[in-house]
């Protein structure tokens, strides 16, 4: 029974607009975390270049590597958010 009425109502007018911001917003995302990400990360590659004593070094690197991998995990996300959205609409449009 309960199935059957949320079969009945239509989804569409309220997904549909949500689908479409995410899609605005993915290109633009990826172009900002694709420019702002290397460049952060080579920032953090020159301190660690000119940093002296050891315990900077060691933050720096630290930094680096904890920039580098939350780049790529956010870019990943991004990436895949795009990959999957056309099944997301795709989906949706066969469960009304």
Do not use: T
């Amino acid at each position: 029974m309960i199935h059957k009425l949320i079969m009945a109502v239509d989804l569409s007018p309220v997904v549909s607009p949500v689908l479409e911001v995410i899609n605005a917003i993915l290109w633009p995302l990826i172009a900002i975390v694709g420019a702002i990400g290397p460049i952060y990360c080579i920032y953090l590659g020159v301190r660690l270049a000119k940093a002296d004593e050891q315990n900077s070094r060691e933050k720096a690197k630290k930094d680096l590597v904890g920039a580098i991998v939350g780049f790529l995990v956010i870019f990943i996300l991004i990436v895949s958010l795009k990959i999957a959205l056309p099944i997301l609409q795709d989906w949706v449009s066969r469960q009304v």
